[in-house]
């Protein structure tokens, strides 16, 4: 028996830092981002009886395991040992594009898409916002890790959304915008990767720690106004709205940089100059910091040039993924 489940990336357009417990429980948190059509996918097999391990992990090292404890990769191990999953298992993980440090909210992506197939192991279907919710409770409650809450939404619910935070609830808003919109915005989207991949513990570390201390307030809650303004301009348009949207993605950028000293660096000020300098709209470096991709908006015609200008960084053409976590494929013999 075997199972795979596909599970978008996201980019976080307005409102990341709001997302954090630290925040929402004391001022109103919103977010506004999209999930995108680069996926992790994770396959889940029911082992024979003819392997000497009971559990075989593969992602970017691989396990050979004869007990649950002994399972190194702490969400795999959590999660079977929250479900009490018995199952000799092979799990085995690949993704579209870079996990490690990509600001992609890919390790979200991973849980959530790891629930989904050992749901899907137990025969339940759970409902989107119940599968976030496990996701975020798994990272959170069990894992103590420092994540905010909108990684798991998007991965769970897929498309354009808006997600609203209080002490009490988590409310989604689907961003109505028009078809002719959501056409022009998939036609500029660019991800540039910086040539950096490396975990932002110590970005996210210093921003929570700041955010508990509420020595940023003041710029979360400047990020926080830009998620309505967004969404606004999605939903009514206008004759120069993508001009406008990027604008307002340059100014976040701005914003977050000056969030702690980890989020920036010369290198990546440069990557962000020749992305401004060939033409774009606007460009944020995508999740806490410190490497990963910028997301861009750009003409199709001056890609080209964005690629000439950065020859050592990566430049992806990205869409909206609709769909949110799924299974993509089952063999139930």
Known sequence: MLWMTKTPLRVSLFGGGTDYPEYFHRYPGAVVGLSIDKYIYITALKLTAF????????????????????????????????????????ISVVSDLPSTGSGLGSSSAFTVGFLRAVYALRGVRPTKIDLAKKAIAIERDVLQENVGVQDQLHA????????????????????????????????????????????ATRAVAA??????????????????????????????????????????????????????????SAHL?????????????????????????FLALIDPDRVATLSSRLPGCAVVRIRTDVDGSMIAHQSLT
């Open 51 to 90: 392997q000497a391990y009971n559990y075989r992990v593969s992602y970017s090292r691989l396990e050979h395991c004869g007990v649950l404890e002994e399972i190194e990769h702490p969400v795999v191990r959590e999660v079977l040992r929250h479900f009490e999953v018995t199952d000799r298992l092979d």
């Open 156 to 199: 769970a619910f897929g498309g354009i959304n808006r997600f609203d935070f209080d002490r009490s609830a988590i409310r989604i808003s689907p961003v109505q915008a028009p078809s002719q919109t959501m056409e022009l915005l998939n036609a500029t989207m660019v991800l540039v990767h910086t040539g950096i991949a490396r975990r």
């Open 207 to 264: 921003q929570v720690q700041a955010t508990a201390e509420r020595r940023i307030d003041r710029e979360l809650g400047e990020l926080y106004r830009l998620v309505g303004l967004c969404v606004d301009l999605l939903e009514t348009g206008g004759t120069d709205w993508i001009r406008d949207l990027g604008a307002m993605l340059s100014e976040s950028w701005l914003i977050k940089r000056t969030l702690s000293d980890h989020v920036t």
């Open 269 to 293: 000020d440069q990557v962000y100059s020749a992305i401004m300098a060939s033409g774009a709209y606007g460009a944020k470096l995508c999740g806490a910091g410190g490497g990963g991709f």
